[in-house]
């Protein structure tokens, strides 16, 4: 499972949640380029099809604090594949709430069990969570970045799970707790 993230979003309290599948050469350009400057080891990588999911201005779930719901996220998960290679790209353009009343979260949308983002196997042991999930930390997930640049993180997702670590090299892991809690 990919979970950019994974809280209770509710879009009948506001805001929209887009999804296409793409071959668009000029997005995919874009996307491979992205890709090129996280994983420079990758240079012959590219793209067959995108899969984009926005969650656009979207409101937490709420049913005790009706009428008091303003606060809002705006997010983004594209999905590339060449079909051998497969990548995942996270944005986070804005982040106001964590988590909504079915989570224990207050009026804010702030508290209870909070968001968290991150890709999970459905084992229970084989996961990972990135910097702030299930903490009051993940609000700040749009100032931070395995990439340098604020609310932008890419990883590889195919066999083993290759991210761009804070100290900018490239590093591999497997599927664990994410360690780096840099803000950029």
């Not at 599948?21 to 590219?46: C, D, M, S, W, Y």
């Not at 890419?154 to 360690?179: E, H, W």
């Amino acid at each position: 499972m990919i979970a950019p993230f994974w809280a209770d979003v509710d879009i009948r309290n506001g805001g929209s949640i887009y999804y296409r599948e793409t071959r668009n050469q000029t997005l995919r350009t874009k996307v491979v380029a992205e890709i090129h400057r996280a994983f420079p080891q990758l240079l012959g990588v590219g793209s067959a099809s995108l899969f984009i999911v926005t969650w656009d201005d979207v409101a937490y779930f709420g049913r005790a604090c009706s009428g008091q719901n303003h606060t809002r996220n705006t997010f983004q998960v594209v999905l590339s594949t060449d079909g051998v290679n497969s990548f995942s790209l996270l944005y986070y353009n804005e982040i106001n709430w964590t988590t909504g009343s079915a989570s224990g979260g207050n009026c804010s949308g702030l508290g209870g069990r909070t968001a968290k983002a991150g890709f999970d196997v459905g084992d229970g042991v084989t996961f990972f969570e990135l910097p702030g999930s299930c903490t009051e930390d993940i609000l700040y997930i749009d100032e931070t970045s395995n990439m340098g640049e604020p609310g932008k993180w890419i990883f590889r997702v195919d066999n083993t799970l290759q991210s761009r670590s804070c100290n900018d090299d490239t590093t591999q892991k497997q599927i664990g707790r994410a360690s780096c809690r840099e803000r950029v």
